[in-house]
T-cell receptor, first 113, second 111 residues
Framework: NAGVTQTPKFRILKIGQSMTLQCAQD?????MYWYRQDPGMGLKLIYY???????DKGEVPNGYNVSRSTTEDFPLRLELAAPSQTSVYFC????????????FGPGTRLTVL | GQQVMQIPQYQHVQEGEDFTTYCNSS?????IQWYKQRPGGHPVFLIQ???SGEVKKQKRLTFQFGEAKKNSSLHITATQTTDVGTYFC???????????WGLGTSLAVNP
């Protein structure tokens, strides 16, 4: 199993550009999450999904959108990138509930200039 | 709402010294998880504690869950340079569907 994979690893965007961060898991997990981590800080939940077709907002959803059309994939869309969205983005998944062990992808380091 | 405090925020130790980080909650917890994130890496699950007063050990790491299930600690005996990283607690309380993450304790070990 590859676990949780994320692409790209690094990206530089200009202000106002859009992009999609890809996340996939091959563990047949129901729950998937997107977090952002600013330098020296903890994890902030952006969005999460409890299964295909179901998503919900986390702490910091503004400026982002998600979709979950399959169990495996959970892309994160950034519209109109802003410097405040410069961060490292982690995708994670857990088996049945949000309190099962969360498995993280390697992260995407995004810089908005 | 649910609040979690993790202390200290940073800790520098000499290799061989012990290290402890604490996670404190404002409410009674259902369970608590601990994760480690190496510099430049992603969080990796270490352990989950569920029972009041529970103590679990992983080699030099000792994890405790408080009797009142409102706090937890991670203790590392005789730190090594491989212990460098940030240690996060993540906790669940009541019917909250999401884990609440602490801000982490960053550990630096001087060789």
């Amino acid at each position: 199993n590859a676990g949780v994979t994320q692409t790209p690893k690094f990206r530089i965007l200009k202000i106002g550009q859009s992009m999609t961060l890809q996340c996939a898991q091959d563990m047949n997990h129901n729950y998937m999450y997107w977090y952002r981590q600013d330098p020296g800080m903890g994890l902030k939940l952006i969005y999460y999904s409890v299964g295909a077709g179901i998503t919900d907002k986390g702490e910091v959803p503004n400026g982002y959108n998600v979709s979950r059309s399959t169990t495996e994939d959970f892309p994160l869309r950034l519209e109109l990138a802003a410097p405040s969205q410069t961060s490292v983005y982690f995708c994670a998944s857990s088996l049945r509930t949000s309190t099962d062990t969360q498995y993280f992808g390697p992260g995407t380091r995004l810089t908005v200039l | 709402g649910q609040q979690v405090m993790q202390i200290p925020q940073y800790q520098h130790v000499q290799e061989g010294e012990d290290f402890t980080t604490y996670c404190n909650s404002s409410t009674t917890l259902s369970n608590i998880q601990w994760y480690k994130q190496r510099p430049g890496g992603h969080p990796v699950f270490l352990i989950q504690l569920v029972k009041s007063g529970e103590v679990k050990k992983q080699k030099r790491l000792t994890f405790q869950f408080g009797e009142a299930k409102k706090n937890s600690s991670l203790h590392i005996t005789a730190t090594q340079t491989t212990d460098v990283g940030t240690y996060f607690c993540a906790l669940k309380a009541g019917n909250n569907r999401k884990l609440i993450w602490g801000l982490g304790t960053s550990l630096a070990v001087n060789p």
